[in-house]
């Protein structure tokens, strides 16, 4: 039976990588293994063996930590780890165990750690060739990165009602409040399952489940869709229709 995750920490600071070792010390249910400056030697190390668990860098050259988690194994767990609380990154590259920020605080890691499935147990790492549907949506559980004020989490999809254009970016909106995503809503729409979400106009996307009812809108044929937190969602004519159909179908 499997007694620890083997671990490999992806850094290209040496004393970044020892800290996290160190760190890792109180924790024997992750053996640190191996250890890459780089995503080059990242790979190398996958490649040549069995990794249960990468801690990897997001800032680092040539590859960066989000190129890099695009390769690792479905079957291996990553968890980022960055100096930097702000920027913009793809974050629907993203499904991670969870997001630390250096200088890692010990206290933080062990929640990290808390998150992984018991040394031994039967569950395995999700394989997103078999949670994807043919149209390749994402799969509920999903995890993206979301900045709310000083504080960097992952929000998991099931977790989102609303998506907002705004210029080039995108307001989300979730239970953990509003936070904004550098993606276009066009592209946002092409990863979501109608199954769950609903483009009301060309300025909103919202979950089909966080609606609580539907009045009419101030134009002839608009809705107004009012969410669970009482926002009101201007629907388009043309989309007014497909929504009633949508809940006429139901």
């Known amino acids: 039976m499997q007694t620890s995750y083997k671990t490999l920490i992806v850094d290209d600071e040496r004393l970044a990588r020892n800290e996290l070792k160190r760190l890792l010390k109180a924790h024997p249910e992750c053996e640190v293994v191996a250890e890459a400056a780089s995503a080059k030697e990242a790979l190398k190390v996958l490649a040549q063996q069995s990794i249960d668990l990468v801690f990897l860098d997001i800032q680092m050259p040539e590859v960066s930590g989000i190129e890099l988690a695009q390769d690792i194994p479905a079957c291996t767990r990553f968890v980022f780890c960055t100096a930097f609380n702000s920027y913009a990154l793809d974050a629907f590259s993203l499904n991670a165990i969870d997001y630390l920020l250096k200088p890692v605080a010990p206290e933080r890691l062990a929640k990290t750690i808390a998150r992984l499935p018991a040394v031994g147990s039967t569950e395995h790492a999700p ?6 549907p043919a149209a ?21 999809l099931h977790e989102i009602y609303r998506f907002e254009s705004v210029g080039n970016h995108a307001a989300v909106y979730s239970s953990h409040g509003k936070s904004f995503l550098h993606s ?3 592209r946002i729409e092409q990863k979501l399952d109608p199954s769950f979400y609903f483009k009301a106009s060309r300025a909103d996307i919202i979950r089909l489940d966080a609606i609580e009812h539907i009045e009419a809108g101030i134009s002839a044929g608009s809705m107004l869709a009012v969410l669970h937190d009482g926002q009101q969602i201007d629907v388009s004519r043309r989309q007014a229709q497909q929504l009633r159909l949508l809940f006429s179908s139901l």
């Open 127 to 132: 394989d997103p060739a078999t949670q994807l």
């Open 136 to 156: 390749h949506y994402l799969p509920e559980h999903h995890g993206i990165l979301l900045k709310f004020g000083d504080i960097n989490r992952i929000v998991r």
């Open 184 to 186: 276009s809503l066009a």
